[in-house]
T-cell receptor, first 112, second 116 residues
Framework: DAKTTQPPSMDCAEGRAANLPCNHS???????VYWYRQIHSQGPQYIIH???NNETNEMASLIITEDRKSSTLILPHATLRDTAVYYC?????????????FGKGTKLSVKP | EAGVAQSPRYKIIEKRQSVAFWCNPI?????LYWYQQILGQGPKLLIQ????????DSQLPKDRFSAERLKGVDSTLKIQPAKLEDSAVYLC??????????????FGPGTRLTVL
């Protein structure tokens, strides 16, 4: 079973920031937080991952609370093309110890 | 850089028939995964290969599903015989491997299977 809890759906206005929350209260010390998204009729796409520090890349920012029990994915300027299901996953980095266990994710709808 | 290729994109069969899916991972990626995604759910791992060896097949229904990666590159997933509940999208993913283990996974577009 997935070790994360996400809201089933969210709306966001185009051009505004989209903040997607994720709870992972049972995360272990060696587990990372990963975010993937899946646009309709496509395979999932990697967005970002982090351990405890905040991370930023060209797609998004990841904010992890100090106790690591929750995180927020931020899309700074959402566009219509960001409409997708967003999955928050916790896993051990590398090896065969932690493959991706997907939950149902958050369906983000970006509206004009 | 070419992505993960899968074929066919769509397949419709009747129950008890056989079907095979093909996957070509990104060049140089040693790790290959097959996932099953039922409508409305997240993908579920079926099997993981490291080169041509199986790392994890604990969730593969081995009475009807089989997979191989003979030369450590392309892979085939087979269902024989198919059941109605096998209707799903079958996703292939690959990742490169370092001494720290595997990294982010790159997914193909998937094969949508409908069993009638």
């Amino acid at each position: 079973d997935a070790k994360t809890t996400q809201p089933p759906s969210m709306d966001c206005a185009e051009g505004r920031a989209a903040n997607l929350p994720c709870n992972h209260s049972t995360i272990s010390g060696n587990e990372y937080v990963y975010w993937y998204r899946q646009i309709h009729s496509q395979g999932p796409q990697y967005i970002i991952h982090g351990l405890k520090n905040n991370e930023t890349n060209e797609m998004a920012s990841l904010i992890i609370t100090e106790d690591r029990k929750s995180s927020t994915l931020i899309l700074p300027h959402a566009t219509l093309r960001d409409t997708a299901v967003y999955y928050c996953i916790v896993r051990v980095y590398g090896g065969s110890q932690g493959n991706l266990i997907f939950g149902k994710g958050t369906k983000l709808s970006v509206k004009p | 850089e070419a992505g993960v290729a899968q074929s066919p994109r769509y397949k419709i069969i009747e129950k008890r028939q056989s079907v095979a899916f093909w996957c070509n991972p990104i060049s140089g990626h040693a790790t290959l995964y097959w996932y099953q995604q039922i409508l409305g759910q997240g993908p579920k791992l079926l099997i993981q290969f490291q080169n041509n060896g199986v790392v994890d097949d604990s969730q593969l229904p081995k009475d009807r599903f089989s997979a191989e990666r003979l030369k450590g590159v392309d892979s085939t997933l087979k269902i024989q015989p198919a059941k109605l509940e096998d209707s799903a999208v079958y996703l292939c993913a690959s990742s490169y491997w370092t001494l720290l283990g595997d990294n982010e996974q790159f997914f193909g577009p998937g094969t949508r299977l409908t069993v009638l």
